[in-house]
């Protein structure tokens, strides 16, 4: 070998050359690629299917959301585990259906402000799982799973709280209801979108700070806070769980933000929640981490169709917010880590719960052995453009099966109308079949073509439900009930 390159010196300079480039290329990025992923989710309130530029709606600009899908994954065909936000939320932070923890019933669809219980301790939270591989956590935004200190977010596996305890619309005090005739009709009229027509808690970890909370600003405080807690806790792994509480009605936006958009107030709601995400992305660049941190933006069901243009739109999609039709559970969602994650558009199925699976995978955490999960791995589409192991999906509305979904096909056994406006519960036998990706919409029934698909999902139906064990409900009991 010496006398190889003794005989051809230009040839030993330029290999050691090429070595001294490759070691200094490794240093560089050593600590980039060594360094746990972060994670963060940025979870909107009611936010339609149809409400993203990049996802069809022509008046509302979303350019720093639009700049995610492009960058990073759109995923067309991502559910919630619930369409109503409590059972919705508790989905996604413990990857299971919410009957089986008791975060949803037949009797309230969601925790009130005197309501009794909340997600029980014994529910491992993604907050939780991520602790077991020293990631920092936090909860910034609307919780909705237990307003009392025994379920609070530091009593959930998450070492910073910074938001509101349930949603927006709620302690609106006795006087205003009989003044205006009952809580419907406080909603239904944007004039009555005062703060002191909501006198919601503003909790800092584990104490109120502020009450009403001043909702004109919440949003670009939520950003704020994440911004902070991002800068604070840069240089280890960290998860944040960014739950804004808009654009759930009542709508309120900061004076920077009002009059901008052509959608109206709701659209200046939706555009505000953009520029915060703006503003964290642009932080993640600043300080070195974008290229470090996988960011998921989803929400929590569909649009309160109800409250008209106060509400949004779930495009080409049947109903909204409350329903199992696609329009309820289907939400527009985007990953984003560049240079980590491969840029396309992603027609696989995948629901919210499969975020505990896929973070607890990434993040080299071992899944809990001791109950059922309905956590799928989604990182193989994500890393290696690979199919997942989802080709099913579950419809619960409260504590009943009212759907399925298997491959491009899904039938409907019961449906009802939209939280809000429910009308009369409706049973299918035979049950409805749609083709989803040829009928997004939900128009054509095609269930006399296809008896071996509805069959096939009936078997699927019928092994699900004989290992279903339902947990207590937690949320039947309210006030002195």
């Not at 899908?69 to 919630?80: D, L, P, V």
């Not at 199992?324 to 985007?334: F, S």
């Not at 509305?397 to 009802?416: E, P």
């Amino acid at each position: 070998m010496f006398e190889y390159y003794y005989s051809k010196p230009m040839s030993f300079i330029k290999s050691y050359v090429f070595l001294g480039i490759l070691i200094f290329v490794s240093c560089k990025q050593s600590p980039q690629l060594t360094k746990p992923i972060n994670f963060i989710v940025i979870f909107a309130d009611d936010l339609g299917y149809g409400d993203l530029s990049s996802f069809g709606h022509p008046t509302i600009k979303t350019p720093n959301l639009d700049r995610m899908a492009t960058e990073g994954q759109k995923w067309t065909n991502f559910y919630a585990g619930a369409s109503v936000c409590t059972p919705s939320r508790a989905a996604l932070l413990t990857g299971r259906l919410p009957i089986r923890s008791g975060m949803s019933s037949n009797k309230h669809r969601v925790l009130f402000t005197d309501s009794h219980n909340g997600l029980p301790i014994e529910e491992i939270t993604l907050a939780e799982q991520l602790k077991k591989a020293n990631y920092t956590t936090a909860c910034i935004g609307k919780w909705h799973l237990g307003h009392k200190k025994a379920y609070l977010p530091l009593q959930h596996g998450f070492d910073y709280y910074f938001g509101i305890p349930y949603s927006n619309d709620m302690d609106v005090p006795e006087a205003v209801l009989k003044e205006k005739g009952g809580y419907w009709n406080v909603l239904r009229d944007p004039k009555n979108n005062l703060i002191k027509n909501f006198q919601v808690p503003l909790i800092k970890n584990n104490e109120i700070i502020e009450r009403p909370a001043d909702q004109n600003n919440i949003t670009r405080r939520y950003s704020e806070e994440t911004i902070k807690f991002i800068k604070k806790n840069k240089n280890k792994p960290f998860f944040i769980y960014l739950a804004h509480n808009l654009p759930h009605v009542p709508l309120f936006a900061s004076k920077e933000a009002l009059g901008k958009s052509s959608r109206g107030l709701y659209g200046d709601v939706v555009e505000e929640i953009d520029h915060g995400v703006g503003k964290i992305l642009n932080t993640l660049k600043e300080e070195g981490l974008d290229k470090n941190t996988l960011v998921v933006f989803t929400s929590d069901n569909g649009p309160w169709t109800a409250y008209n243009e106060q509400g949004g739109s779930a495009g080409l999609l049947r109903a909204g917010k409350g329903t199992t039709w696609e329009g309820g559970m289907r939400e527009p969602t985007i990953f984003w880590a560049p240079e980590r994650i491969s840029p396309g558009i992603i027609d696989k199925m995948g629901s919210t719960m499969d975020i505990f699976n896929t973070f607890s995978n990434i993040a080299g955490v071992s899944l809990p052995e001791d109950r059922i999960l309905d956590s799928y791995d989604l990182s193989p589409l994500l890393f290696e453009n690979k199919n997942t192991e989802r080709d099913h999906l579950f419809y619960y509305r409260g504590t009943n099966l009212y759907a399925i979904r298997l491959g491009d096909f899904k039938a409907h056994y019961v449906t009802q109308g939209e939280y809000g406006q429910f009308g009369e519960k409706e049973i299918h036998n035979p049950p409805l079949l749609y083709n989803l990706n040829q009928d997004p919409s939900e128009q054509y029934n095609i269930a006399v073509q296809h008896p071996d698909i509805l069959q096939a999902m009936k078997n699927l139906v019928m092994a699900h439900q004989e290992k279903m064990i339902p947990g207590e409900d937690q949320l039947k009991n309210r006030g002195g009930e």
